[in-house]
């Protein structure tokens, strides 16, 4: 395949080059004060149960001892070279403060100041690069600038000036935490304080140094890690997240990622109505879909769906069981089961028996299984029934709608379900239900290894909807090079040259889309026998290489019938557009026969700022903007890949015979997407964007209408 000029993404750091400082034996405040409430000093009151030595750094303090520790007048004097250092200073100090930790052979900082590139001045971005230059040069790994700190959970170790990380006194494992936001980090790091198990939490700030990728493979390197919960806002290099999703995989960790900042602010105006329809928030989830990633729609759900990934395993079946002492929760979940086309199969005959034998007639044996308060009688029946429904060889999970919260036998049940799901070796998750969120049994339900819980039914249901599509992914090798590829690419011209329509369906036939046949004519004269030649009816189309949309400026006439109405519609259409645009260059027009019918979609292809060439496929013609159906990958895709995008389309009935109408060929139309996007891939920089709109499907195939290129 071609190579296009696009530099590689920058490595991950590698994970042993930053244990001292994420999970640091000593730790060192530079800055730290008497008082409690300052930076300073209330990360080293959050160090009061690290087991390491704590060392304070201020020459006001030398040789007295601030909140239990010893305090130094500099680095330099520490009896031994620290692992992390914290700098508790202003901006204006930082930098001598970074070559004091250089001297001494620190491994590694963390910065909380403030006021660097986030200020958007010249002069502090300025300052902030030549902070990140110094400490690349010295392999001294950065967290920060404008950051909260990290904690390693397992060490103890709360390297942060938000206050009482005393109190988040969990077990340490399970879930591993990274955020951008430092408050959203920490509030998410918070849910230790009800028994949540989370191993690590970083924060990255402005990332001036390492940033969430690097941060977040450390975690997935961790061996209490077993997923990590991510909350992104932006990254310089946002290809760096398929290396992220590399190291996940060879960890066989999963990531369930949040992005923060979805407006559409990252679609840039563009020549083509791709430019519009590919915003960043689609692009940030298609990136995300490529590297493996796990991604939730709401903050509420991040740790929630880390959890069940951590606690539940692989999935065993598809179907979903739901177990619950209340008909009406019974049927909210089904409900929501149904809406996500989750799979809920009547119990077999086996569970059925066991099913009957322990509800009362005026229950429900059946899916969802429905106990009635009269369970609470029989205390025995809840887990024959969950047992019986876990033996089903039908069922993946069973939920568990937990619906009061007050009763003492509430963290008995939750116990109860943690022993079922182990017995029966499938999980089950817990539905809170009562308004009382953090009642007990929520808490004990957290604090289990074994027991996912969500506060949310629909954020269960799409939960359980992530896990299985997670598990169902499968490898697939990359698409094969057509054979014109490397000619295609090669006449590309660059320096932000628009191709016009038949120089773009030129290109796109090369790399094998199939185009529609046309002729160009400069005169009414010459359309005329161009359409003569090609056969009644025809289109004629302007040919300007200045007019992208041509329908805008009545540059299309459509279905004439001879020569008259070709020679009238040429006349039409040259003055229309040099009405409309009276400075643009007007070549003639382009003469097609008129495409056959079939159903119209629009093909896109662009360069992203963050994820470098992806792909668009969507309901097309001239309303693709306003219906806005469209998929979006990262390209290259397979033809497989391809499809899968054409499927999800709200208008994908139309190409599968919505109506008795003739069913499209798919295969064809998903052959032509990924010859298209793999000429995207290859073209790279030089390749800015390139649209088909319309590229018309049918049982015959499908034909690219109409062609647009601008180059790099």
Same mark, same amino acid.
């Given at each position: 395949?071609?190579?296009?000029?696009?530099?590689?993404?920058?490595?991950?750091?590698?994970?042993?080059?930053?244990?001292?400082?994420?999970?640091?034996?000593?730790?060192?405040?530079?800055?730290?004060?008497?008082?409690?409430?300052?930076?300073?000093?209330?990360?080293?009151?959050?160090?009061?149960?690290?087991?390491?030595?704590?060392?304070?750094?201020?020459?006001?303090?030398?040789?007295?001892?601030?909140?239990?520790?010893?305090?130094?007048?500099?680095?330099?004097?520490?009896?031994?070279?620290?692992?992390?250092?914290?700098?508790?200073?202003?901006?204006?100090?930082?930098?001598?403060?970074?070559?004091?930790?250089?001297?001494?052979?620190?491994?590694?900082?963390?910065?909380?100041?403030?006021?660097?590139?986030?200020?958007?001045?010249?002069?502090?971005?300025?300052?902030?690069?030549?902070?990140?230059?110094?400490?690349?040069?010295?392999?001294?790994?950065?967290?920060?600038?404008?950051?909260?700190?990290?904690?390693?959970?397992?060490?103890?170790?709360?390297?942060?000036?938000?206050?009482?990380?005393?109190?988040?006194?969990?077990? !340490?494992? +399970? *879930? %591993? $935490?990274?955020?951008? /936001? @430092?408050?959203? &980090?920490?509030?998410?790091?918070?849910? =230790? #304080?009800?028994?949540?198990?989370?191993?690590?939490?970083?924060?990255?700030?402005?990332?001036?140094?390492?940033?969430?990728?690097?941060?977040?493979?450390?975690?997935?390197?961790?061996?209490?890690?077993?997923?990590?919960?991510?909350?992104?806002e932006g990254l310089r290099d946002g290809r760096r997240l398929a290396l992220l999703g590399e190291a996940a995989k060879a960890a066989g960790k999963p990531i369930?990622?949040?992005?923060?900042?979805?407006?559409?602010?990252?679609?840039?105006?563009?020549?083509?109505?791709?430019?519009?329809?590919?915003?960043?928030?689609?692009?940030?989830?298609?990136?995300?879909?490529?590297?493996?990633?796990?991604?939730?729609?709401?903050?509420?759900?991040?740790?929630?769906?880390?959890?069940?990934?951590?606690?539940?395993?692989?999935?065993? !079946?598809? +179907? *979903? %069981? $739901?177990?619950?002492? /209340? @008909?009406?929760? &019974?049927?909210?979940?089904?409900?929501? =089961? #149904?809406?996500?086309?989750?799979p809920m199969p009547q119990p077999s005959t086996e569970?059925?028996?066991?099913?009957?034998?322990?509800?009362?007639?005026?229950?429900?044996?059946?899916?969802?299984?429905d106990l009635t308060a009269q369970a609470a009688s029989d205390p025995t029946s809840f887990g024959k029934c969950v047992l019986a429904m876990a033996a089903d060889p039908q069922y993946g999970v069973i939920v568990y709608p937990q619906v009061y919260s007050h009763h003492a036998t509430t963290v008995a049940r939750i116990k109860e379900i943690g022993e079922l799901a182990e017995k029966g070796g499938k999980p089950i998750v817990v539905a809170w239900i009562p308004e009382q969120l953090e009642g007990?049994?929520?808490?004990?339900?957290?604090?289990?290894?074994?027991?996912?819980?969500?506060?949310?039914?629909?954020?269960?249901?799409?939960?359980?909807?992530?896990?299985?599509?997670?598990?169902?992914?499968?490898?697939?090798a990359p698409p094969a090079p057509p054979p014109g590829l490397a000619e295609a690419v090669a006449a590309l011209p660059g320096n932000g040259a628009v191709l016009t329509e038949a120089e773009a369906k030129a290109l796109f036939a090369k790399v094998g889309v199939p185009v529609v046949e046309e002729r160009r004519a400069a005169t009414a004269d010459a359309a005329a026998d161009q359409a003569a030649a090609l056969g009644f009816p025809v289109v004629l189309k302007l040919d300007s290489p200045d007019i992208a949309h041509k329908t805008e400026v009545g540059g299309v006439k459509l279905n004439l019938a001879d020569a008259a109405a070709v020679k009238a519609a040429f006349a039409e259409i040259m003055a229309s557009a040099k009405r409309h645009a009276p400075q643009a260059r007007l070549d003639g027009v382009l003469v097609q026969r008129m495409s056959r019918k079939g159903?119209?979609?629009?093909?896109?292809?662009?360069?992203?700022?963050?994820?470098?060439?992806?792909?668009?496929?969507?309901?097309?013609?001239?309303?693709?903007?306003?219906?806005?159906?469209?998929?979006?990958?990262?390209?290259?895709?397979?033809?497989?890949?391809?499809?899968a995008m054409l499927r999800s389309l709200k208008g994908f009935p139309l190409l599968d015979g919505f109506r008795g109408a003739p069913k499209a060929d798919v295969a064809a139309v998903a052959k032509a997407v990924s010859a298209f996007s793999v000429l995207a891939a290859a073209a790279g920089e030089t390749l800015q964007e390139a649209e088909v709109n319309p590229l018309i499907a049918g049982e015959w195939g499908c034909l690219a209408v109409d062609g647009l290129v601008r180059c790099g």
């Open positions: 395949m071609p190579q296009h000029t696009e530099t590689a993404p920058e490595p991950l750091r590698d994970p042993a080059s930053l244990r001292r400082l994420l999970s640091p034996r000593s730790v060192a405040v530079i800055g730290v004060s008497a008082e409690a409430t300052r930076f300073g000093g209330r990360t080293v009151t959050n160090l009061v149960n690290f087991a390491g030595p704590v060392w304070g750094v201020n020459p006001k303090y030398a040789g007295k001892e601030l909140h239990g520790r010893p305090c130094y007048a500099s680095l330099s004097e520490l009896p031994e070279a620290p692992d992390c250092v914290l700098i508790a200073l202003p901006r204006e100090q930082v930098v001598g403060a970074v070559k004091e930790c250089i001297a001494k052979g620190a491994g590694g900082i963390i910065a909380f100041a403030s006021g660097y590139g986030e200020t958007g001045l010249p002069e502090r971005v300025a300052e902030e690069a030549t902070l990140r230059e110094l400490c690349r040069g010295a392999k001294l790994p950065l967290v920060g600038v404008n950051c909260l700190g990290i904690v390693d959970h397992v060490l103890k170790a709360g390297v942060t000036f938000m206050p009482e990380y005393v109190r988040m006194t969990a077990p !340490a494992g +399970g *879930v %591993a $935490i990274t955020s951008q /936001s @430092g408050a959203l &980090g920490y509030a998410l790091m918070q849910a =230790a #304080e009800r028994g949540f198990a989370v191993c690590h939490m970083t924060t990255a700030g402005n990332a001036t140094d390492l940033d969430v990728c690097d941060l977040a493979a450390y975690q997935l390197s961790m061996p209490e890690c077993r997923v990590v919960a991510l909350a992104v369930v990622v949040l992005k923060l900042g979805r407006g559409e602010a990252g679609a840039a105006a563009a020549v083509s109505h791709t430019g519009s329809l590919a915003g960043s928030a689609a692009a940030w989830s298609a990136a995300f879909a490529r590297a493996g990633m796990v991604e939730v729609e709401d903050f509420d759900a991040l740790l929630e769906t880390a959890a069940l990934f951590a606690k539940a395993g692989k999935p065993k !079946a598809k +179907g *979903v %069981a $739901i177990v619950t002492a /209340s @008909g009406g929760a &019974g049927i909210m979940a089904a409900d929501h =089961a #149904e809406a996500l086309d989750l569970a059925k028996a066991v099913l009957e034998a322990a509800i009362p007639d005026f229950g429900a044996p059946r899916n969802p299984c007990p049994g929520a808490v004990a339900a957290d604090a289990s290894p074994v027991v996912p819980l969500f506060r949310s039914m629909r954020r269960l249901m799409k939960g359980i909807k992530l896990w299985h599509a997670y598990y169902d992914r499968q490898e697939e159903v119209e979609l629009i093909l896109g292809a662009r360069r992203d700022p963050q994820f470098g060439p992806m792909i668009l496929v969507g309901t097309g013609g001239v309303q693709a903007e306003l219906w806005r159906d469209v998929a979006l990958d990262l390209a290259p895709v397979t033809p497989a890949r391809a499809e």
